[in-house]
T-cell receptor, first 111, second 116 residues
Framework: GENVEQHPSTLSVQEGDSAVIKCTYSDSASNYFPWYKQELGKRPQLIIDIRSNVGEKKDQRIAVTLNKTAKHFSLHITETQPEDSAVYFCAARKYGNQFYFGTGTSLTVIP | GAVVSQHPSWVICKSGTSVKIECRSLDFQATTMFWYRQFPKQSLMLMATSNEGSKATYEQGVEKDKFLINHASLTLSTLTVTSAHPEDSSFYIC????????????FGPGTRLTVT
């Protein structure tokens, strides 16, 4: 099966700085990579995703990059704000199959 | 669109009793629903995949006789925790996929189960 690793497990940044979270996956057949934001006691919310035919995708302050050769993808958050504080999960999936989640990154943005 | 609800949002039960959690897709038909379990400060662990009208597929290490899953319709899946024990206390989250092979998966709000 797929194995998704995520780093770092915790990340603290000053407000306005950038945050980068990295994930690696093992199955080269995986072709969909979403990122979720989860606040305490709430459901994961999809914040951005990327498919294997694209190398980079950006949505305002959030961007995701994918390196298929190296089998890793990263989440980039620029101009961080306190409300960005949450746990972020990456995931990988093959078409039609279930998601495999990373272990999560707890992001704290310090005002 | 693509709203998934769960009921109850939280439940406290005594050890040895059974608890049923419902997962509903409110505005779409879900051919497949997933059940996850999440312990504090940990990731989502897939417990089982349920397809409408067929038996659920359980992940390795998940007791199918303890966690009964029924996907009776295209909008409803239920998870019953039988003979609950304190170690079953967790956050249970369901998700639903719009159609077979679809990339997107929509999560329910989760159910906090506490077994005393």
């Amino acid at each position: 099966g797929e194995n998704v690793e995520q780093h770092p497990s915790t990340l603290s940044v000053q407000e306005g700085d950038s945050a980068v979270i990295k994930c690696t996956y093992s199955d080269s057949a995986s072709n969909y990579f979403p990122w979720y934001k989860q606040e305490l006691g709430k459901r994961p919310q999809l914040i951005i995703d990327i498919r294997s035919n694209v190398g980079e995708k950006k949505d305002q302050r959030i961007a995701v990059t994918l390196n298929k050769t190296a089998k890793h993808f990263s989440l980039h958050i620029t101009e961080t704000q306190p409300e960005d504080s949450a746990v972020y999960f990456c995931a990988a999936r093959k078409y039609g199959n279930q998601f495999y989640f990373g272990t999560g990154t707890s992001l704290t943005v310090i005002p | 669109g693509a709203v998934v609800s769960q009921h109850p949002s939280w439940v406290i039960c005594k050890s040895g009793t059974s608890v049923k959690i419902e997962c509903r897709s409110l505005d779409f038909q879900a051919t497949t629903m997933f059940w996850y379990r999440q312990f504090p400060k940990q990731s989502l662990m897939l417990m089982a995949t349920s397809n409408e009208g067929s038996k659920a597929t359980y992940e390795q290490g998940v007791e199918k006789d303890k966690f009964l899953i029924n996907h009776a319709s295209l909008t409803l899946s239920t998870l019953t925790v039988t003979s609950a024990h304190p170690e079953d206390s967790s956050f249970y989250i369901c998700s639903a996929r719009v159609m077979t092979g679809s990339y997107e998966q929509y999560f329910g709000p989760g159910t906090r189960l506490t077994v005393t």
